[in-house]
């Protein structure tokens, strides 16, 4: 069963990217509401799900199903490294200013005002190197929400320790700055 929705999962992320995003304007605080609450069954019921979304987030440019595909891919990969009875799953967003440095070392189009969506887990993952090399692999989809996410002019990054779980930090520019990469 586990593996079928895992099959499935890839295979709608694989559509996902291929098809040329619908990008428009979008609530982000509204819309992660309404994917986390389309993403809370997925969460194992021994573990805990942590939201925590700034009341100020900015509009930004997305297409709202990639948008929704991403944060799902993001939150079932921490769902699967939750092992015994005190998993948790944080999902924060906030507000961040990038500048110019900041920009060049994430990889990101445009500086100033971001959206910043952290999401992150406490189960046992592999050293950094390993969790990089993740996005390579083809059967986790991370190299598919990576693309993604490059197609909206924001970055994925991916942050590990055995002790402390994986942390992915997903970058989006607000609808100024995205309609000032496009």
Known sequence: MVVLQKAEMLESLRQASAAAPRRRVVDLK?????????????VPPSAQLDVSLDPGLANVFADPAQ????????????AAAIVGPHGRIGV???????????????GLVVDGPHALIAVADNGARPNRLDVEAIFKCEASGLG???????????????????????????????????????
């Open 30 to 42: 509204e819309e992660l509401e309404r994917s986390l609450a389309l993403i809370r069954p997925i």
């Open 67 to 78: 948008l929704h595909h991403v944060l799902l891919a993001l939150c079932s990969h921490a």
């Open 92 to 106: 924060t967003a906030v507000r961040a200013n990038v500048r110019e440095r900041t920009r060049r070392e994430l």
């Open 144 to 182: 598919v929400v990576r693309e993604i996410v490059r197609h909206h002019y924001g970055a994925l990054h991916a942050h590990s320790g055995p002790v402390r779980g994986t942390c992915f930090s997903l970058w989006l520019p607000t609808t100024a700055q995205a309609a000032e990469a496009i």
